[in-house]
């Protein structure tokens, strides 16, 4: 098949470009792989779920802590009163009972305010814990968010740049002309469908010709385009 200077450089500048083509559509690929960013989106998950978790232990320590108080409030309503009437009595055997009852309600006062303090400082601990997941979460979903971003551009340019490429094909598939065009696609839904022999090697394959191959075709005339031996691919010298 012949070829001219021109149709030469055409058809490699061909083979590089579709390599480069082959490449920007698996970057595109990957950048589209929805398992993309699976370890933080994961992440993400665990976090909001350990959030959940964390706020649930802050509001049951709230309602614990309500409930302690409200009880304390009781005995402290209680006391007052039974201190009145013990002011107010005049008979001893209610006086013992009171005097009694108030010891007893002295003792759960005490009580009371003591699992009160150990409340409130579960309290606190749980609300640290909660500040900092939620705090870890929100650093995770602005990284998250960033990613996405940075593919986005990402992908946005090598979609232009496909664009590039597609036109700058059709100009080459001018060049080269129809015959080489259609020799060049058949070679290419195979593999790499033109090279350069560079020394003796094949650029497209790597393959080494022997010296027969490379005697026959160095006997070729310069504007004939040779075959690979190996890989077939059509042969620039
Ligand atoms: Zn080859």
Redesign the pocket.
Known sequence: MKANQTQQDALLALAALDLEISRTRREISALQNPDRHVEQVQQQRALASALVDARNEVDRLELELRRANQDLELVEQRIVKDKAALAASSSSKDAVGLEHELSTLARRKGELEEASLVIMEQLELAKDSYEQVLQSKRDLDTSVQQLAEADEQALIKLKSGLQLHDSRRAQLQQQVGDEIFAAYQRRAAKG?AA?RLESRT??????TLDAIAFDKISSLANDELAN??????L?VR
């Open positions: 790499i090279g094949c650029s497209a394959c790597q393959f690979c031996p190996d890989c077939d691919a042969l």
